[in-house]
C-alpha cells in the first residue's frame, strides 16, 4: 500500500491563480481530512469529508474548496490565491469506526503564493 | 472549544539526556490523545496513541507516554535521547467518537551529538 499520496509536492502560484491539490488514499478509509501547518501554529483542519459526497468545514475553510466524488480521493481547492495561502498542506485519512481513530498522513504539499 | 497546550516549542538536549515534552487539553470528555513526530523534511508520523486502558503508553523508538486524567495531561517522555530524535513533536487530542484532530503548536527538539 502506498498510504496518502500528495502532489504536486511544492508549488509557486501568483496571486490571483487558482490550483488543486491532490490527495489519493489506497486504504479504503472513509474519513479523509485537509489541514495546513504554519510554523509555530501546529496543524489546523481545513476541511474533511466522512464518505464520497459528504464533506464539512474544519476551523479554516475560508479560501478553499474541496469535493469527494470516490472513496480515494479528496482534492483541495484555491480558487484565487493568496499570500496568507502560503503553507504547507498535509491530506490525512482514517477508518472510522468505534470510537478509536488514527489519522494516516500524506507527505505534503508546500505552497508559496507571491 | 477544545484545545491543545504544549509547554516548550523549542528544547535542546545532549545525546542521552532524558526527555519530557507536556502536552495540556482542555476537554473535559472522554478523549483519545496522540503524539506525532515529524523528522525534518518528512511528513508527520504516528509516534503513539492512547484510547483507553493502561495510561502509561509506549511508541515506536523508546517513546512514551502518561495520561494523566485528572491534570489533562499526555506528556511524551524518553529515557535517554538520540541525535535522530532531532525532530517536531505534536501533541493531538479527539473527542472519543469525534472527527477533528485538534493539534497542539508543536515542540521543535534538537539533539545535540
Known amino acids: 500500500n502506498a498510504g496518502v499520496t500528495q502532489t504536486p509536492k511544492f508549488r509557486i502560484l501568483k496571486i490571483g491563480q487558482s490550483m488543486t491539490l491532490q490527495c489519493t488514499q489506497d486504504?479504503?478509509?472513509?474519513?479523509m481530512y485537509w489541514y495546513r501547518q504554519d510554523p509555530g501554529m501546529g496543524l489546523k483542519l481545513i476541511y474533511y469529508?466522512?464518505?464520497?459526497?459528504?464533506?464539512d468545514k474544519g476551523e479554516v475553510p475560508n479560501g478553499y474548496n474541496v469535493s469527494r466524488s470516490t472513496t480515494e480521493d479528496f482534492p483541495l481547492r484555491l480558487e484565487l490565491a493568496a499570500p496568507s495561502q502560503t503553507s504547507v498542506y498535509f491530506c490525512a485519512s482514517s477508518y472510522h469506526t468505534s470510537g478509536e481513530e488514527t489519522q494516516y498522513f500524506g507527505p505534503g504539499t508546500r505552497l508559496l503564493v507571491l | 472549544a477544545q484545545s491543545v497546550s504544549q509547554h516548550n516549542h523549542h528544547v535542546i538536549l545532549s545525546e542521552a539526556a532524558s526527555l519530557e515534552l507536556g502536552c495540556n487539553y482542555s476537554?473535559?470528555?472522554?478523549?483519545?490523545l496522540f503524539w506525532y513526530v515529524q523528522y525534518p523534511g518528512q511528513h508527520l508520523q504516528l509516534l503513539l496513541k492512547y484510547f483507553s486502558g493502561d495510561p502509561l503508553v509506549k511508541g515506536i523508538k523508546g517513546f512514551e507516554a502518561e495520561f494523566i486524567k485528572s491534570k489533562f495531561s499526555f506528556n511524551l517522555r524518553k529515557p535517554s535521547v538520540q541525535w535522530s530524535d532531532t525532530a517536531e513533536y505534536f501533541c493531538a487530542v479527539m473527542k472519543i467518537y469525534g472527527n477533528k484532530l485538534v493539534f497542539g503548536a508543536g515542540t521543535i527538539l534538537r539533539v545535540k551529538s
Open positions: 486504504m479504503n478509509h472513509n474519513y
Open positions: 476537554y473535559g470528555g472522554t478523549v483519545n
Open positions: 469529508s466522512v464518505g464520497a459526497g459528504i464533506t
